[in-house]
């Protein structure tokens, strides 16, 4: 059994700041992949960030420059969020790949009020 659980969002105004973590535990491993997706209503889930086992770090052109995956250690995953738009507003979820095996999190809300 693996668990992921996000913590860290919440309300926050445009131009403020949140930081996501992620802690992942039980029966795994390795990580090969891990990184951040979000969901905002009526639209379909989309990447923010993923780390790859290279040190390779992609973001999205809509958070590029504003949000940073922070080194972590192995079986966490963080999320600083700046600047922050209301546009921004979704649900984040934490994913994390084991070999050919994807693990998600419940997912945290972000709310950026303008």
């Known amino acids: 059994q693996v668990q992921v659980v996000e913590s860290g969002g919440g309300l926050v105004q445009a131009g403020g700041s949140l930081r996501l973590s992620c802690a992942v535990s039980?029966?795994?491993?390795?990580?090969?992949?891990k990184g951040w997706y979000r969901q905002a209503p009526g639209k379909q889930r989309e990447l923010v960030a993923v780390?790859?086992?290279?040190?390779?770090i992609e973001y999205s052109d809509s958070v590029k420059g504003r949000f940073t995956m922070p080194r972590d250690s192995k079986f966490a995953v963080s999320l600083q969020m700046d600047s922050l738009e209301p546009d921004d507003t979704a649900v984040y979820y934490c994913?994390?790949?084991?070999?050919?095996?994807?693990?998600w999190g419940q997912g945290t809300q972000v709310t950026v009020s303008s």
């Open positions: 039980g029966r795994i491993l390795s990580i090969n992949k």
């Open positions: 780390w790859t086992n290279d040190g390779h």
């Open positions: 994913k994390v790949r084991s070999g050919w095996t994807n693990y």
